[in-house]
């Protein structure tokens, strides 16, 4: 893994339980977009625009990621690669990816992408078990008191 870095950012948008945050690499100096779960923030009542820190890996991909590629070839292919890169994104098709590839004790999830090269970077974790709610005992429950009308002397 490479070294964190915490960096300013703004927030983009807000997709489900997840914020994309829009922030300058460091390294080379290019806008990227980190997606970041709102389980892992601190304050988790933000709106597009607010300025956040979040931490981004120095290394742009590890030595020993693998790498699946697309090529676009033909007439419009640049707009169309574009409009893909858009879609999977922004648009949706990461949510059916990750849906669909996740499971047997993993997740998959998008830990950034760049719009200039055009790439898209995902995570392969290992899936956090759930953790087990701590049952409180159950107090005893109160026998109810029985109301009864008071008693009236009775007219002579």
Same mark, same amino acid.
């Given at each position: !893994?490479? #070294?964190?870095?915490?960096?300013?950012?703004?927030? &983009?948008?807000?997709?489900?339980?997840?914020?994309?945050?829009?922030?300058?690499?460091?390294?080379?100096?290019?806008? #990227?977009?980190?997606?970041?779960?709102?389980?892992?923030? #601190?304050?988790?009542?933000?709106?597009?625009?607010? &300025?956040? /820190?979040?931490?981004?890996?120095? !290394?742009? !991909?590890?030595?020993?990621?693998?790498?699946?590629?697309?090529?676009?070839?033909?007439? =419009?292919?640049?707009?169309?690669?574009?409009?893909?890169?858009?879609?999977?994104? &922004?648009?949706?098709?990461? &949510?059916?990816?990750?849906?669909?590839?996740?499971? =047997?004790?993993?997740?998959?999830?998008?830990?950034?992408?760049?719009?200039?090269?055009? /790439?898209?970077?995902?995570?392969?974790?290992?899936?956090?078990?759930?953790?087990?709610?701590? #049952?409180?005992?159950?107090?005893?429950? =109160? =026998?109810?008191?029985?109301?009864?009308?008071?008693?009236?002397?009775?007219?002579?």
């Amino acid at each position: !893994m490479g #070294k964190t870095t915490r960096v300013a950012g703004q927030v &983009d948008r807000i997709e489900g339980d997840t914020i994309v945050v829009v922030v300058k690499d460091p390294s080379d100096g290019e806008i #990227k977009e980190i997606y970041v779960k709102k389980k892992l923030l #601190k304050k988790v009542d933000l709106k597009e625009g607010d &300025d956040v /820190t979040v931490e981004i890996n120095e !290394m742009a !991909m590890e030595a020993n990621a693998d790498i699946v590629s697309l090529a676009f070839s033909g007439v =419009k292919s640049g707009e169309m690669a574009k409009r893909f890169f858009s879609y999977l994104v &922004d648009g949706g098709l990461e &949510d059916q990816l990750i849906q669909e590839l996740s499971g =047997k004790g993993f997740t998959l999830e998008i830990s950034g992408s760049n719009k200039k090269k055009l /790439t898209v970077t995902f995570q392969c974790l290992k899936e956090q078990p759930a953790k087990k709610a701590v #049952k409180k005992p159950v107090k005893a429950a =109160k =026998k109810p008191v029985k109301k009864t009308s008071a008693k009236r002397p009775k007219k002579r």
